[in-house]
Structure formats: structure tokens, C-alpha cells
């Protein structure tokens, strides 16, 4: 048994992190990630410089990572820093490419699933795809993260067979209008009236499911990263703010709330590794339900015990923790709620 | 037993509703219902509209201009004006300064402060917390030095306490402040503040407190907003550098504020369950559940998020009684021990998950940062554009007002010990 991570792994986790505390201070992160293009591109053109795209995609594939804890290494640091840059973006696409070599180089990807009256589960979209005169595909994707900044467009649709293909479209091609999530970064709605597409993969429910369940795992492990921030930020404001002539860290009830969230986070670090360690095998997409299930839920209860124990404090926009906290619930609002991966799992029961 | 209204507060609640019916505007009714909010514009016309009926000071006596409710019409106003989408009466001047004057104010204060709040003149907002006091109140540092022009008694030749004020004496006929408010709500709108300040310097802490009323022209106040989480404005601190405030701006004795800061604690908190709210972001929540679709049905529908719903709903019914068994009691004359800090925690609680529901049941939608921008895209159903924001901003109520770990406190001492 060993739970350490591999030495490269290692280098790439210290060297993401070195980037974004040099170069992605809370300031600027605050100052990009609310107004127009919500992210910054020239950090954008940095990381890719850095190859960090090339942990996203798999040896098979031409890249240098792609597997389970590449992804949980690497989100694990940009949840650490809230770095609003849509990486998450470039992952849903990673797997779902016959040719990633653009995306590794830094060529923006956004997938696009979710629609007004299908949150979450892609078996319920509507937007159709058409083949005359090459494809053709209409509809409406709602909350499509990265959008506002992706130069490609990965679109789930329906063909006139009912089969659920995935496609190519030039961001160019669709009308998108773009905005701010409420806890920063970009995300935008994505017109398409007989838009022009390429056919990526016939029948691509499979190969989405499992990219949507890459995407969970990641998304979690972004929780990871911030409620660790958050959870440092708790203990040292505990130690540090006085009332009643002692720090508030001395009171029990916040002692034993502040130990209740550490053993939640254990459990949440816990359940990411499993679900990292399936990755790539039959138990993958209940391991990444189990995942996002529980650290949706966790999440939730770190980001509001936060806010409580701090007070007013942790409320203002000037206080980093107020915006991870929101990072913090609004993960859930991302690939699938605690109650939709719950419901998974009861499915599988 | 018998858990309904008598005749006569049918009879208020049908009067109450047929009002709000016809009174309320519907553009105001709107904003409230979004979660927008109700601006300052809004506040001051429903402010206006309830003063012209006479039910502004619904609790205060006739005499000052009130209609002179007891507790259970003051529930059922507020109850109904909720679920009509009203806005909710400010209360720093009309709840909380007002009963403060009536009960600590002098002739003269009454007769100039009193007719202000009620015709809208004034707009008062809090001086309470300090970054340095929150939960712990009574370790306030703001100062009130008496003095006369050219020197400042507390500094120059106070006693032998190196504080002003301990033996009553004429030894000024002004205060200078010194000091930092912070959270205080719609200071950007209001033209007083009334402030806690201490004005003795040795003793227990809350032994030096005063109370003191504050023109927000006065030179030497800064007001400063703050951001909250969700992007919004609404709280300030203010910073007060030598400020000279006349003494006849103190409210009851130098060094007696503790015990009308503990007075103003106890007064009116028959509203702090906010069951009205409740009751209303339920239905809307029912209603956005209806509306929303989940595995191509209405989520309401759905399993998971139908059991949220109902157990919050069974909570709030419990709720609504344990309110009205305070409000009974209230009515008859009964003191009121520990039931205001249980309704504050259970009625914040409740609130938040109803909050958390509605951010929910959104799924991506509740996602964007709510902007007028978007309300013609309807990612999420009219109305609710900012439920996200929305359930951010309310973290708050478990923090102010007595954070719900005070209350405890307050309980615990009541019930525990000996």
C-alpha cells in the first residue's frame, strides 16, 4: 500500500503551484474573474507554455497524463489558488479527441451538454443534428463553462435517429453570450440555428459519460484544494480573532465544529483517491458518483461552517474566503448535483 | 385549546390583506419577489404609503402617532406583508431608536426625533459592532470625551480615572468621537446614526457605555461601503474623527447605553422567527419545482429533492406554532424567558435551507452573476435570477442581530445554569 504520488506528478503539482502564487495573486484572480473575458489570456497562453495541457491527455493519445490522479494533482492546485482560467474546459475535451495536439498547445475547448430542461443528464437534451449539405446542428446549451473564451465548441446532439453524437463547431459559427459565474470565471449560453459541425463520434453517450465523470472527478478535487485553503484560513482566524477577552479558537463549540469539518475534508480527500484510482476501469463512473456525491455535499457544509465561525468577515468580497466559499457550493451546480450522482447510485444499487 | 385568531384579528387580517391588495405597488411587489430587492426608492414610497394609513408605528402608541398594536396584529401585519411581497419596515429608526426614545428619551428628544422617523425626515442607521466587537458588544472603543471648546476633558484634565464623566459633573457641553462602526446596513442612505460609545474608561466594560445620537453631516465622519459576498452594497463602516457631538444628544444617563442597548434587545422580537418569509419562499420554491425539469419531469417530482422540500415544510409548520405559542403569551402579559434566541436560530435555519432549495432546484442556471443583462436570456425561470446570490447574501441572518452561537449562549445560561 503507498498513497504517496509519483515523483513527476509531484513536480508538476509544485510547479503549478509556484506559477499561480507568483504570477495569479488573489488580486488579480478577483480582478479578471468577473469582467469580460472572465479569465486571462495571457496566464492562459503561460500555462499552456508550461504544458500543462499535456497532463490532461493520455500517453495513448500523444500527451503525458490524462489518468485519474494527473487530473486530481493538477485541479487540486488550481482549487488551491481559485484560478478561474476554464482548464475544465480543455479536460471534458481531452478525452473525447481523436487529435488533442491543438488542445495541448493552448487551443481553447468548451463542451457543451446542458440545457435549460437537461441540467444534467445529457440522455435528456433536445439540440438536434442534421445532415444536409455536411452537418447541421440546432438548439439552445445553457451554462456552458469556458464558452465566452473557446475558440471550439464541443456540442452533444441529437441525430434524426435519436443517437447521441458529439460534434465539432467553430465558436465562431455560434452565437455565444457570455458572463461571469457568480463565483467568477467564465460561462456562457450557446446559440445554434443550423450551425455548421463536424462529427467527432457517432453514438458518443458512452465516451460523454465517462468525460462528464473526468470532469467530476476534477471538479472534486478542486474542492479538495480550496477547502484546504479554507479550512488554514478557519484555524489561523480562530487563533488570531479575540472576543471576550480570549481567541474565539478557545471556545469548544468552535473547537468541536472547526474538528467536525477536518474529518468531512478527510473523508472528502478519501473518496477523490478511490475514484482516481478507478479511473480507467469498470467501477470508474460509480466511484466518480460517489465522489461527487459526497464533496458536493461536504463542500457545501465546509463553505457554510466557514462563514459562520468567521461572522461578519467572512461575507465581504475583500476577504479571499468568501469568494472560495462560493466556489465551494457552486461546485455542485457543475456536471451533476449531489442529488443527481445520489441518484446514480441508487440506480446501481 | 384553539389555534385559531379570535373574530376581531380575523377581522385585522382580512383589512391588512385587502390594504396590502390594492396599496402595495406591483413594481415594488416585483423587485422583493425577485430577490432583487427593494430599493431606496422603494423603501421610501412603502414607507410613505404606510405612514398616510397610519400603520408605519403599528406598535407604537397612538399618542406618538402610532396604531397602537399589540404583538399578535404586529404578527399578523407582518406576516401578511410578506407574503404580499412587501417590503419590510426598516427598523433602525421605527423599531429600534423609537422604543429606545420613548422609553429612555427626553420630552424634548421625543418630541423632535419621534415625528421625523415617522414622516421619513430621517433615516437612522446602527453604530453598534466595531471590527474589535462583535459578539462581544461591550468591548466597544469608540469614545465620547466630554469637553468644552479648546480642550477635551477626558484628554486634558480629567480626573483622577484619566476618564471623562464618572462624577456627573458640568464639565462640557459637547463630546468629541473618536473611533470605528462597522456593518452598519443602508448607512449609505440614512442622515443619523445612533451610536453606542464608551464614555468611562474603568469598571466592567459594559458599565461605560452611552448611548448617543449622531447627524451624519456632522464634519469628521467617513462612511465607507463594504462589498458582500454576492457583489451587492448594502453595509458600511464609518469612521468618526473628532466629532463634536452636543451632549444634548445623549439618550438616558452617561454610562447607562448597556442597559438600552439590553432593553432594545428584548423589544419586539416577536418577528424574529421571519415565519412570513418562510412561508412565502416555500411556495415560490413549490412553485420554481413545478416549473424546472429533472430526467425530462418537474423536479418537484423528483424523490430527493421532493423530500428536501417536504422536511422543510414540516419544520416550518412546527415553527409557525412555537411562534404563535410565544405570540399567545406575549399577548396575555406573559414574560417571554428564552423564545426569542429559539426562533431567532430555528427561524434563520429554516430560512437558509428554503434558500438553499431555491439556489438548488436551478441546477446550472443558478450559476450566472445576476445582471440585468441577462434577464432576457431566462437561464433560469423569471424571477428567480438570483437565487444564488440570494442564498449567499443570507448567510447573514445566522450572524447579525446576535449570531445564532450567542443565542445559544443566552439559552444555555438561561436553561442550565443555576
Redesign the interface.
Known sequence: MNFEITDDRRMLAETLQRFLADTYPFEHRTAVA?DAPFHDPAKWAELADLGIFYALVTEEQGGMGGRGFDIVTLFEELGRALCPEPILGQLLAASLLNAPEPLMDGTRYALAV?E??????PD?ITTTADERDGWRLTGRK??VYGAPAAEVLLVAAKGPDQVLSLFRVAAKDAEI?G?????GGP?G?VFLEDTPAKLVTKDAGPALQNALDLGALALCAEALGAMEVVQATLIDYLSTR????QPIGAFQ??QHRTIDLAIEIEQARSIVILAASAEGGSEFPKRAAQAKHLVGKIA?QVS?EV??MH??I?????YPL??Y??RL??I???LG?T??H??RLMDGL | MDLSFSKEEQAFQDEVQAFLATALPADIAARVASGQGATRDDMERWHGILHTKGWLGGTWPTKHGGAGWGPIQLHIFEEESALANAPRILPFGLKMLAPVLMEFGSPEQQAEYLPRILDGRDWWCQGY?EP?????LA?LKTRADRATDGHADGHADGGPDGGAGSDGDEYGDHYIVNGQK??TTLGQYANRIFCLVRTRFDGKPQAGISFLLIDLDTPGIEMRP??????GYE?NEVFFTDVRVPVSNLVGDENEGWSIAKFLLGHERTNIAGTGFSVQALEQVKALARQ?????KPLIQ?P??AARLAQTEAELEAMKITNLRMLSKAATGGQLGGEPSMLKIKGTVIRQSLN?LA??A??????????E??DN?A?APPGHGHN??G???N??I???GG???IQ?NILAKGMLRR
Open positions: 468577473y446542458s435549460l430542461d437537461a441540467p444534467y443528464d435528456d445553457t451554462v453570450i458572463y461571469a459565474m457568480i463565483d460561462a449560453e479575540k472576543q471576550f477577552g463549540v468552535l457545501r457554510e462563514i459562520q461572522g461578519g467572512g461575507l465581504t468580497w475583500e468568501s469568494h466559499a462560493k457550493v457552486m455542485d451546480h457543475q448535483d442529488d443527481h445520489l441518484e | 459592532s474589535g466587537a462583535g459578539s462581544d468591548s462597522t456593518w463594504i462589498r458582500l459576498i454576492e457583489g453595509v424546472v425539469k429533472r430526467g425530462g423528483n430527493l429533492f438553499d439556489r438548488r436551478l441546477g446550472p442556471a443558478a450559476a450566472p452573476f445576476p445582471s443583462d441577462l436570456l437561464i444564488a446570490a442564498y449567499f447574501n448567510r447573514k445566522s450572524i447579525y449570531s445564532n452561537e445559544r
